[in-house]
């Protein structure tokens, strides 16, 4: 399996207000993943992107999933979740099959599967992540997008 970390860090926390895609977003700065495959890793690489979009690129041939796992090492805030939105309709429920959260005190982490399947070649997901303030409890969104080729 294909695994890669994205390093999350809020910048300013904006909560959220209406809507999902009409609320703003908090301005959060948002690492290029950084591929944790186990060697050799294939060539081209399957993960790129500069953070704010993602490509998740598999050899061809390939029949597994990749995993992606956002952290955000800061105590002041604790994912909640993801939320996906295909362009062609849906949530990204045949897409990404698997989401887990993990929070301890000095922070959390976010690991999706990407389960690769061939009728989402091509498709460009939006996606937000939940994120709540710990001091007052509110709730708001960061605003990323994945690709798949």
Do not use: W
């Not at 090492?73 to 990204?92: C, E, H, I, W």
């Not at 091509?122 to 997008?145: K, M, R, W």
Request: net charge negative; hydrophobic share 40%; glycine share 10%.
């Amino acid at each position: 399996m294909f695994t890669a970390t994205v390093l999350l860090s809020v910048e300013k926390f904006v909560p959220m207000v209406g809507i999902y895609g009409q609320s703003p977003s908090i301005l959060a700065t948002i690492a290029p993943p950084h591929d944790t495959s186990p060697p050799p890793a294939p060539i081209p690489p399957v993960f790129s992107g500069d953070g704010q979009t993602i490509v998740i690129t598999v050899p061809p041939g390939y029949n597994g999933s990749v995993l992606l796992t956002y952290q955000l090492p800061d105590p002041r805030y604790v994912m909640l979740g993801v939320a996906f939105k295909s362009p062609n309709g849906g949530v990204g429920r045949l897409e990404f099959r698997s989401v887990g959260i993990s929070r301890d005190p000095y922070g959390s982490q976010l690991t999706v599967t990407d389960a690769c399947v061939d009728q989402c070649i091509g498709v460009e997901f939006s996606y937000v992540i939940l994120v709540q303030e710990v001091a007052t409890g509110n709730i708001g969104v960061i605003d990323p997008g994945i690709e798949n080729e």
